[in-house]
């Protein structure tokens, strides 16, 4: 099939490079087919008697073929096109939508190979995980990559647009095919695999600033008091709450910004023991992290003091929460637990954000209106802030103690499952207490305090496998909290795809 599609691409291309790259690849692919034969013989298997086709894989080929074909909406069929340009458009498409699968089996090639223990030598995909990880295919799938580029470049932005909608379809419907696969084994994701509503309950809390942001909040907050702010003293009204000048607030939330970063890179270095402990000692650090608690407080005092967020307005906030760009796929992984009827769930999120306002905002914005948001919160005369800031989540002794509370308060008898999402030390003590704590980013002084409390921060994907392995040989796959193990991701893609699954 693969074969059958590059030869329809190499057609098209009316470049003499690019019908010699498609030549080479169609080559690969008819190795590839060799060995997956000889796979089939070796297993003695009789494919045309004992295994139908599923529909995920006829769907995934019907939508190769057809782009081949050049049947793509608002596209000419393939008979008719008049120029190589057009031509060239088809091969272009037809790469951008093999692309996908030649990435994706290099990928898992790398992945199941690293994973492989040593003594493993009788794996019965041996073969087949030694071909897609070979240096061979790896270059292969870089030579395709290479091609799709080249054939690209003379196209416009729409036909970009098209390529790109063409690859994430391909994605899509290989994600399938490998969902629709069998599995004669019990398996611990995703997650929510074997939930019951009636007798479970998921409970997600999740940090906000740059765990779910791009940006964080308190610099929004200082840009919207900055550039709202008079120019001079004579802009005043007498009877509104009194203002510094733009300029001088400037310079004013600089200072206290680099202050700010300078002591809090003290504090970290204060708080880590001179040794490396050999065990996890949650004790140890949460003595510690009351020490960053205090600094954290003091930190706060000195923005309210300086007035730098007096005079915000209401509607202001609400209008940058709700232009504010948050991680791609955060909200689609909120939108999908709190709108899935088949989960008894809740969203919590926890946040050292001054203003609970700009969360909601965010948050409702890509309506999201059943998450509960605990922050601080500003207080306002009419709809104008005053400055201060009424404190309720602002260390990381804090947090604790509102997750704490929050299950606390859970009125039921159910079975609760605890994860909570964070990028900072100050969610540490929450991302150890709950079920399963997931580290997304790349904090460095959350690795450093982490580390040197004997904190082990683990792939997600290298410690499903091992929790996996350890589930088929009989011990349980409980979560619990307070482990001493974090599991590390790149993406809210990861923790959709662990959590929810597919």
Known sequence: MHSLRYELAEECADDDDAKLGICELRKAVLEELKMHNSLVQEWGLDLAKEHGINSATVKYTEFLLATASGKIEGLK????LATPFEKTKIAAYTLGAMTPCMRLYAVLGKKFQELLDSNESTHPYNKWIDNYSSDGFQATTLQTEDLLDKLSVSLTGEELDVIEKLYYQAMKLEIDFFSAQPLFQPTIVPLTKGHKPAEDHLIVFSDFDLTCTVVDSSAILAEIAIVTAPKSDQNQPEDQIVRMLSSDLRNTWGFLSKQYTEEYEQCIESIMPSDRLNNFDYKELSMALEQLSKFENTANNRVIESGVLKGISLEDIKRAGERLILQDGCTNFFQSIVKNENLNSNVHVLSYCW??????????????????????????????STGEIVKKVESPIDKVEAFRNILKNCNDDKKKLTVYIGDSVGDLLCLLEADVGIVIGS??????????????????????????????????????????????VSSWAEVHAFILGC
Do not use: M
């Open 77 to 80: 069929g393939p008979g008719k």
């Open 355 to 384: 203003c609970g306002d700009l969360i909601r905002s965010a948050f409702s914005s890509a309506d999201l209106n059943e998450l509960n948001v605990h922050a601080n919160e500003f207080t306002y005369e009419g709809s104008v």
């Open 443 to 488: 904090s460095s002084s959350l690795r450093s305090v982490g580390t040197q409390f004997g904190i082990s921060f683990v792939p997600l994907y290298s410690g499903l496998v091992k929790k996996q392995k350890e589930y088929v040989e009989g011990s349980t796959s409980n979560w619990k909290g307070l482990s001493g193990i974090l599991y590390t």
